[in-house]
């Protein structure tokens, strides 16, 4: 391999009804190399039902450090709230 073979993120979902969940990251030439070797790699004993591979520069993430100044502009939309509302007389068990 060289070092301009790309980078895959590999995500398995562990059965059905579960999210896929991130396991690693693998070079590949293409993304059925990629799902190739993510099998071997990842799933020696067959836990996995389903695999993802996604080129690693095709994610875009936010910062942890970025947490409060991304997240934080929720906090001003009051109307998004349960408690914006009220609930009409006839309405029980809510």
Known sequence: ???HTPLWEVFVRA???LSH???GSLHAPDAELA?????DL???RQEG???WVVPAGAITASSPDEKDSFFDPAADKVYRHPTFYEVPDG????
């Open 15 to 17: 059965r059905r009804g």
């Open 1 to 3: 391999m060289t070092q």
């Open 21 to 23: 969940t991130h396991v």
């Open 42 to 44: 990842y799933t020696r």
């Open 35 to 39: 799902l190739r070797n993510a099998r």
């Open 49 to 51: 039902v389903s695999i």
């Open 91 to 94: 309405v029980a068990h809510l």
